[in-house]
Antibody, heavy 120, light 110 residues
Framework: QVQLQQSGPGLVKPSQTLSLTCAISGDSVSSNSAAWNWIRQSPSRGLEWLGR?????????NYALSVKSRITINPDTSKNQFSLQLNSVTPEDTAVYYC??????????WGQGTLVTVSS | QSVLTQPPSASGTPGQRVTISCSGSSSNIGSNTVNWFQQLPGTAPKLLIYSNNQRPSGVPDRFSGSKSGTSASLAISGLQSEDEADYYC???????????FGGGTNLTVL
C-alpha cells in the first residue's frame, strides 16, 4: 500500500517561498510507471493541478501554465520523496495543497493535504 | 473557471439514481480517459472511477462511469445518505500538457 506523507509550514508571508515535501512509502519516486503530482484546492479556484515529476530513463517535469514562472518540483531519490517550491506567493496562493500519485493515467493515492495560508 | 464543466449541485432521494455530467473538449475528454473522485469534507479526493468506467477495488458497483465524445458522466444508483459529498471529474489535457479538473458537483441526499 502506497502512502504519501506531506510536511511543511502552514503559514507563509507574502512574497516569500512556499515549500512542501511529500514522503513516499510503498513505492519509489524513481518508479518507471508512476508520476508524482502537486495539486491545490481553494474555494475560488477549485482543484488545480500545479505540476508533476516522473522518471522514464531520465527525469521529466511538467508545470501548469498558471504557475510555471514560479514553481519547482524536485525529486529526492536519497529520501524517496519529492518537493514543491512556489516562489513569490500572494494571498491568492492560499489553499489546501495535496501531493498525489498517478499510475496508468489515474490518481490512486493522495497525501493528507496541507492548508497553507499566505499572510503577513 | 474550470476547464471541465460540471453542474454545481445535484440532489436525489434515497434509493434514487442520479447522474453528474462533465463536459470538456477534444484536447481533454475527447482524447484521454476520465477520472471521477468523491470528496468528503476535510479529506482528500478519493478515486471512484478511472479509465472512464473502471472501479477501483472497494468502490461499490452502485457507482458507474461512461464517456461519449467530449463528455463524461458519473451515475450513482441506489442513492444512500453516505453518498452526500462533492464529486469531481479530471482528465489529461493534450493542449495544456497538464491535468484539468471539473469545478465539482455538490450532491445532496434529500
Amino acid at each position: 500500500q502506497v502512502q504519501l506523507q506531506q510536511s511543511g509550514p502552514g503559514l507563509v508571508k507574502p512574497s516569500q517561498t512556499l515549500s512542501l515535501t511529500c514522503a513516499i512509502s510503498g513505492d519509489s519516486v524513481s518508479s518507471n510507471s508512476a508520476a508524482w503530482n502537486w495539486i491545490r484546492q481553494s474555494p475560488s479556484r477549485g482543484l488545480e493541478w500545479l505540476g508533476r515529476t516522473y522518471y522514464r530513463a531520465k527525469w521529466y517535469k511538467n508545470y501548469a501554465l498558471s504557475v510555471k514562472s514560479r514553481i519547482t518540483i524536485n525529486p529526492d531519490t536519497s529520501k524517496n520523496q519529492f518537493s514543491l517550491q512556489l516562489n513569490s506567493v500572494t494571498p491568492e496562493d492560499t489553499a489546501v495543497y495535496y501531493c498525489a500519485r498517478t499510475h496508468d493515467g489515474y490518481y490512486d493515492f493522495w497525501g493528507q493535504g496541507t492548508l497553507v495560508t499566505v499572510s503577513s | 473557471q474550470s476547464v471541465l464543466t460540471q453542474p454545481p449541485s445535484a440532489s436525489g432521494t434515497p434509493g434514487q439514481r442520479v447522474t453528474i455530467s462533465c463536459s470538456g473538449s477534444s484536447s481533454n475528454i475527447g482524447s484521454n480517459t476520465v477520472n471521477w473522485f468523491q470528496q468528503l469534507p476535510g479529506t482528500a479526493p478519493k478515486l471512484l472511477i478511472y479509465s472512464n468506467n473502471q472501479r477501483p477495488s472497494g468502490v461499490p458497483d452502485r457507482f458507474s462511469g461512461s464517456k461519449s465524445g467530449t463528455s463524461a458522466s458519473l451515475a450513482i444508483s441506489g442513492l444512500q445518505s453516505e453518498d452526500e459529498a462533492d464529486y469531481y471529474c479530471a482528465a489529461w489535457d493534450d493542449s495544456l500538457n497538464g491535468w484539468v479538473f471539473g469545478g465539482g458537483t455538490n450532491l445532496t441526499v434529500l
